[in-house]
């Protein structure tokens, strides 16, 4: 089975602190993703990867950054939290080519107060 | 603006009936559709899903029926459970790109 873990379910943090969520896959897929998802809004793509040290901006990056040092791992950075940035953040991954399913972690809950 | 739109918000169905949900796209150069299940708590998974080579795809209680013309495709829960409560999602997307999710569709089954 495949595997996405997310490195915390839920998150406290205040306003202008730098956040850090981690994501982590165990079947060497080479794309990876971030969402987060609000009511009514649905999944919103933040960034995504297609392979080690690449990134590519989605449709929400503002006040986002990503890092993807291992094939495993991405990470998603909250250079300074602000309160309009408490939301459900979600990671994918999948693999490269035709095959299209992607396979979500559990999420991460996180509140900036 | 919204590359996929998804009604209803909301539905509630007694047991045993058909759940239905639709959804709308523009872009033509889209050609996968597959819906995803939440469940409180967990992350989205695979439902279903449709390329637009086909009209319809059905899996057990699970059918998408897609018509390409009109650029919508919907998914038709036949015998709705209690435990198909959870909130669902359609998207689409273009190989080897992004995805695009609807609004999703919190799905609630009465005994």
């Known amino acids: 089975d495949v595997k996405v873990t997310q490195s915390s379910r839920y998150l406290v943090k205040r306003t202008g602190e730098k956040v850090f969520l981690e994501c982590v896959q165990d079947?060497?897929?080479?794309?990876m993703f971030w969402y987060r998802q609000d009511p009514g809004l649905g999944l919103r793509l933040i960034y995504f990867?297609?392979?080690?040290?690449?990134?590519e901006k989605g449709d929400i990056p503002e006040g986002y950054s990503v890092s993807r040092e291992k094939k495993e791992r991405f990470s998603l950075i909250l250079e300074s939290a602000s309160t309009n940035q408490t939301s459900m953040y979600l990671c994918?991954?999948?693999?490269?080519?035709?095959?299209?399913?992607?396979?979500f972690g559990p999420g991460t809950r996180l509140l900036v107060l | 603006q919204q590359q996929v739109k998804q009604s209803p918000q909301s539905l509630i169905v007694q047991k045993g009936g058909i759940s239905i949900i639709n959804c709308a796209y523009e872009n033509t150069a889209f050609d996968y559709f597959p819906w995803y299940q939440q469940f409180p708590g967990k992350g989205p998974a695979l439902l279903i899903a449709?390329?637009?080579?086909?009209s319809e795809k059905k899996e057990g209680r699970f059918t998408i029926s897609f018509n390409k013309s009109a650029k919508q495709f919907s998914l038709h829960i036949m015998d709705s459970q209690p435990g198909d409560s959870a909130t669902y999602f359609c998207a689409a997307s273009v190989p080897g790109n992004q995805f695009y999710f609807g609004t999703g569709t919190s799905l609630t089954v009465i005994p």
């Open positions: 994918a991954s999948k693999v490269g080519g035709p095959q299209e399913t992607q396979y």
């Open positions: 990867s297609y392979d080690v040290k690449m990134k």
């Open positions: 079947m060497d897929h080479e794309n």
């Open positions: 449709i390329r637009p080579d086909v």
